[in-house]
């Protein structure tokens, strides 16, 4: 599936393996809660980077203390109305300090696009490239942010008392992670 | 009165351009009508029985008089030349044409007014106390607040995704008139022991087809820490709520399966990590909007106003209005004055373009250009001199806004029910129209008193028949509709649920069935008793006696 990572659509390296398949030898693998609770050892043991997967009802607190074990996390919206995840992505930035890649996966709707920015996600797995268009623009619509969030973007109630004349917030990424491939 | 700054002025802009761009996708067929609902609702655009409606938000309730003749403008050039106030201190369109409504967001842009957040699972419009700022009561005005909670929840990047939706209602008074306890975090100004103002947090009050009393989670927040607390409330909500069912959604459900307790346990959790976070409002940005509410410029008057005094001993009609419609006001010399769009036979809740008008103009000349919006869908005029309130009834009286009903039993809450929702089971303004019909003599409302009735068109209570001291909610009953009343309903301090008074009565007996309970009464109360207190003494036996004899 297209990915949307640092703002380009890209072809994803990384493999998700799901139930009890085999572990591939690529590089790069995403499991589920699961295989990571029964599998720990073999997958701390293997080479290379490791992903975990978590649903919507997998609160990030299960793996608070494994964080250092991988490299991307991945929240599920099973649709999007379930809204857990963005909450998930704070804690998992916020409270718990994770700085490696923070995907979404699953049905994701153009407008949450900018709430998830916000939430501390960089990348997001998508079903076709028209996203990556809603994604730039999400960037664009709305420049204003009542609150602080994860993105650590200025926001109006502290910008309104600044020493000098406020300006517009600018529309760059805050970048979070200190991760690449 | 809070005014938009140039960060203000930008959000409600981009947000009109937005939609204007979805708007112009959806007309072009790329987006399907399922692809649109989520973007439409995000601006307060519902699909009703048969068009378009558009749900205006008017935080706590509280419009400028250019507001009001803008809200006038939309309903005579968009709409029908009316619109409709609802339980929430909103305004309803109930006509508007979908290529039309971007420009109705920029018309309302343009006196710093949007439709953000009417809809859908977030944190809806914040309600307060309809005298805010002018009750003799209040320890601190409501709006400071409830204005701080609008501009932290205006698109909130965690929570705009929550289970069900969330209302939010303030009080800075020592009387609640803001129903804080059925709402899904009710907050109630109080001093601690050091006298400094902070509030009570009473969370998983409600209606719906589950109404449920929120309990008090924490007795004391300082203000400071509002927004953080808020932030852990729906933090644990949205993590922990249903998902699984939409009735059992809202955050009501979660604090009667968790249990008071330890709900509040985990809210305090939470909040620990948050409270000295970034979300501790900055001291200057407090005062900015503080300064925003400071109270107008009152003249120093005798709290006896001789013309005042006269003009009631003189003229009946006057007086009537006086004792039903004034309020004490906190400035010796002024009253708050209520404005009625209770009419008999009218629909609750509507007012027309001219009235609208009309009001701006009072407002602006005799109430320090202000108008508040009841969650008893009426319009108040807070600040008016004693001096001067004649004049303004005499005014009020040529477009029929001089009911002199406040509080009686004509004095109605009403959903718009089959008539325009799609998800009522029956009529409710038809019914509120004929019970109003039936007790238009005025001489015998005020003989009868202080009386509420509050009638919605189905299970979701949007016209709070449950906290109705004579609640009436449609049913349907193999095709046909029926009403339930329910009897001893409270919204207020003493917040209580109404008890079913035995089986359904049919479209054409439920008016009768209204009149037999308020007939009854009037024949067992005693002497300076309400409808509850006498409810409290004599139980559901009279009434249901009266009702059900004949049967």
Same mark, same amino acid.
């Given at each position: 599936?297209?990915?949307i990572?640092?703002n380009?659509?890209?072809?994803?390296?990384?493999?998700?393996?799901?139930?009890?398949?085999?572990?591939?030898?690529?590089e790069?693998?995403?499991v589920?809660?699961?295989r990571?609770?029964?599998?720990?050892?073999?997958l701390?043991?293997?080479?290379?980077?490791?992903?975990?997967?978590?649903?919507?009802?997998?609160?990030?607190?299960?793996?608070a203390?494994?964080?250092?074990?991988?490299?991307?996390?991945?929240?599920e919206?099973?649709v999007?109305?379930?809204?857990?995840?963005?909450?998930?992505?704070?804690?998992?930035?916020e409270?718990?300090?994770?700085?490696g890649?923070?995907?979404?996966?699953?049905?994701?709707?153009?407008?949450?696009?900018?709430?998830m920015?916000?939430?501390?996600?960089?990348?997001?797995?998508?079903?076709?490239e028209?996203?990556?268009?809603?994604?730039?623009?999400?960037?664009?619509?709305?420049?204003v942010?009542?609150?602080?969030?994860?993105?650590?973007?200025?926001?109006?109630g502290?910008?309104?008392?600044?020493?000098?004349?406020?300006?517009?917030?600018?529309?760059?990424?805050?970048?979070?992670?200190h991760?690449?491939? | 009165?809070y005014?938009?700054?140039?960060?203000?002025?930008t959000?409600?802009?981009?947000?009109?351009?937005?939609?204007r761009?979805?708007?112009?996708r959806?007309?072009? #067929?790329?987006?399907?009508?399922?692809?649109f609902?989520?973007?439409?609702?995000?601006?307060?655009?519902?699909?009703?029985?048969?068009?378009?409606?558009?749900?205006?938000a008017i935080?706590?309730?509280?419009?400028?008089?250019?507001?009001?003749?803008?809200?006038?403008?939309?309903?005579?050039?968009?709409?029908?030349?009316?619109?409709?106030?609802?339980?929430?201190?909103?305004?309803q369109?109930?006509?508007?044409?979908?290529?039309e409504?971007?420009?109705?967001?920029a018309?309302?842009?343009?006196?710093?007014?949007?439709?953000?957040?009417?809809?859908?699972?977030c944190i809806?419009?914040v309600?307060?106390?309809?005298y805010?700022?002018?009750?003799?009561?209040?320890?601190?005005?409501?709006?400071?607040?409830?204005?701080?909670?609008?501009?932290?929840?205006? &698109?909130?990047?965690?929570?705009?995704?929550?289970p069900r939706?969330?209302?939010?209602?303030?009080?800075?008074?020592?009387?609640?008139?803001?129903?804080?306890?059925v709402?899904?975090?009710?907050?109630?100004?109080?001093?601690?022991?050091?006298g400094?103002?902070?509030?009570?947090?009473?969370?998983?009050?409600?209606?719906?087809?589950?109404?449920?009393?929120?309990?008090?989670?924490?007795?004391?927040?300082?203000?400071?820490?509002?927004?953080?607390?808020?932030?852990?409330?729906?933090?644990?909500?949205?993590?922990?709520?249903?998902?699984?069912?939409i009735y059992?959604?809202r955050?009501?459900?979660?604090?009667k399966?968790?249990?008071?307790?330890?709900?509040?346990?985990?809210?305090?959790?939470?909040?620990?990590?948050?409270?000295?976070?970034?979300?501790?409002?900055?001291?200057?940005?407090m005062?900015r909007?503080?300064?925003?509410?400071?109270?107008?410029?009152?003249?120093?008057?005798?709290?006896?106003?001789?013309?005042?005094?006269?003009?009631?001993?003189?003229?009946r009609?006057?007086?009537?209005?006086v004792?039903?419609?004034?309020?004490?006001?906190?400035?010796?010399?002024?009253?708050?004055?209520?404005?009625? &769009?209770?009419?008999v036979?009218?629909?609750?809740?509507?007012?027309?373009?001219?009235?609208?008008?009309?009001?701006?103009?009072?407002?602006?000349?005799?109430?320090?250009?202000?108008?508040?919006?009841?969650h008893?869908?009426?319009?108040?005029l807070?600040?008016?001199?004693?001096?001067?309130?004649?004049?303004?009834?005499?005014? &009020?009286?040529? &477009?029929g806004?001089?009911?002199?009903?406040?509080?009686?039993?004509?004095?109605?809450?009403?959903?718009?029910?089959?008539?325009?929702?799609?998800?009522?089971?029956?009529?409710?303004?038809?019914?509120?129209?004929?019970?109003?019909?039936?007790?238009?003599d005025?001489?015998?409302?005020?003989?009868?008193?202080?009386?509420?009735?509050?009638i919605s068109?189905?299970?979701?209570?949007?016209?709070?028949?449950?906290v109705?001291?004579?609640?009436i909610?449609?049913?349907?009953?193999?095709?046909?509709?029926?009403?339930q009343?329910?009897l001893?309903?409270?919204?207020?301090?003493?917040?209580?649920?109404?008890q079913?008074?035995?089986?359904?009565?049919s479209?054409?007996?439920?008016?009768?069935?209204?009149?037999t309970?308020?007939?009854?009464?009037?024949?067992?109360?005693?002497? #300076?008793?309400?409808f509850?207190q006498?409810?409290?003494?004599v139980?559901l036996?009279?009434?249901?006696?009266?009702?059900?004899?004949?049967?």
């Open positions: 599936m297209p990915l990572k640092d380009k659509l890209i072809e994803d390296p990384w493999v998700t393996v799901i139930n009890g398949d085999a572990l591939p030898i690529e790069c693998i995403i589920e809660l699961e990571w609770q029964t599998a720990r050892q073999e701390i043991a293997r080479n290379g980077r490791l992903g975990l997967r978590l649903r919507s009802d997998q609160p990030p607190a299960l793996i203390e494994d964080l250092a074990h991988f490299d991307l996390i991945a929240l919206f099973p999007f109305k379930d809204g857990r995840a963005f909450s998930y992505a704070r804690l998992l930035r409270r718990y300090g994770f700085g890649e923070l995907r979404a996966v699953g049905q994701v709707l153009r407008d949450q696009l900018v709430f920015r916000r939430c501390g996600f960089d990348s997001l797995e998508v079903a076709d028209a996203v990556l268009d809603a994604w730039h623009r999400a960037k664009r619509e709305i420049s942010f009542y609150q602080p969030a994860t993105d650590r973007r200025p926001w109006v502290k910008l309104r008392h600044r020493p000098e004349v406020p300006t517009p917030p600018v529309h760059e990424d805050t970048v979070v992670a991760w690449a491939y | 009165m005014r938009y700054d140039e960060f203000d002025h959000l409600v802009a981009e947000r009109v351009e937005q939609f761009d979805q708007v112009k959806r007309l072009a #067929g790329e987006l399907s009508e399922d692809e609902k989520p973007l439409r609702l995000m601006n307060g655009l519902y699909l009703q029985l048969h068009a378009y409606m558009l749900r205006v935080p706590y309730g509280t419009l400028a008089s250019r507001q009001l003749r803008m809200l006038a403008h939309i309903a005579r050039r968009y709409d029908k030349g009316y619109g409709h106030f609802t339980t929430r201190q909103n305004i369109y109930n006509w508007p044409k979908l290529d409504v971007p420009d109705i967001l018309d309302l842009a343009k006196v710093e007014m949007h439709a953000i957040q009417t809809s859908g699972n809806r419009n309600t307060a106390d309809h805010a700022g002018a009750a003799a009561d209040e320890i601190e005005d409501p709006r400071i607040y409830a204005e701080i909670i609008r501009q932290w929840s205006t &698109l909130h990047p965690e929570f705009s995704f929550l939706k969330f209302k939010i209602a303030v009080t800075g008074a020592t009387t609640d008139r803001a129903a804080i306890r709402h899904d975090i009710g907050l109630q100004m109080r001093r601690n022991d050091a400094e103002p902070g509030f009570e947090v009473i969370v998983g009050g409600g209606q719906g087809r589950t109404p449920l009393i929120g309990p008090t989670i924490r007795a004391f927040l300082p203000k400071r820490h509002l927004l953080s607390y808020l932030e852990a409330i729906l933090r644990v909500y949205n993590q922990l709520g249903r998902r699984d069912n059992k959604a955050i009501k459900i979660l604090v399966q968790t249990g008071a307790e330890e709900f509040a346990r985990l809210v305090e959790e939470e909040w620990q990590h948050l409270r000295d976070g970034a979300l501790a409002l900055p001291r200057e940005e005062e909007i503080k300064a925003y509410f400071a109270p107008p410029p009152f003249e120093t008057l005798d709290a006896e106003q001789t013309a005042f005094e006269a003009r009631r001993f003189e003229d009609d006057f007086a009537r209005f004792r039903t419609n004034l309020f004490a006001h906190k400035q010796p010399g002024y009253a708050i004055v209520n404005v009625s &769009l209770k009419p036979g009218g629909v609750p809740g509507d007012a027309t373009a001219e009235q609208m008008e009309l009001l701006a103009d009072l407002a602006e000349r005799y109430s320090f250009d202000e108008i508040l919006v009841s008893e869908q009426n319009l108040v807070p600040h008016v001199k004693l001096a001067e309130v004649y004049e303004v009834w005499q005014a &009020l009286k040529a &477009l806004l001089d009911t002199p009903n406040i509080g009686l039993v004509s004095d109605i809450i009403a959903c718009p029910g089959l008539d325009y929702c799609n998800l009522a089971n029956a009529r409710s303004i038809p019914v509120a129209q004929r019970i109003s019909t039936r007790f238009a005025l001489k015998r409302q005020h003989e009868i008193g202080g009386l509420k009735i509050k068109g189905c299970i979701n209570a949007c016209g709070h028949h449950h109705g001291q004579i609640g909610l449609g049913v349907d009953k193999k095709g046909e509709e029926f009403y009343i329910t001893g309903g409270e919204p207020g301090d003493a917040a209580a649920l109404g079913i008074v035995g089986p359904a009565f479209y054409d007996q439920v008016v009768d069935a209204v009149e309970i308020v007939d009854t009464f009037v024949d067992v109360r005693q002497t #300076g008793e309400g509850n006498t409810y409290a003494r139980g036996e009279p009434f249901k006696e009266k009702l059900y004899a004949a049967h």
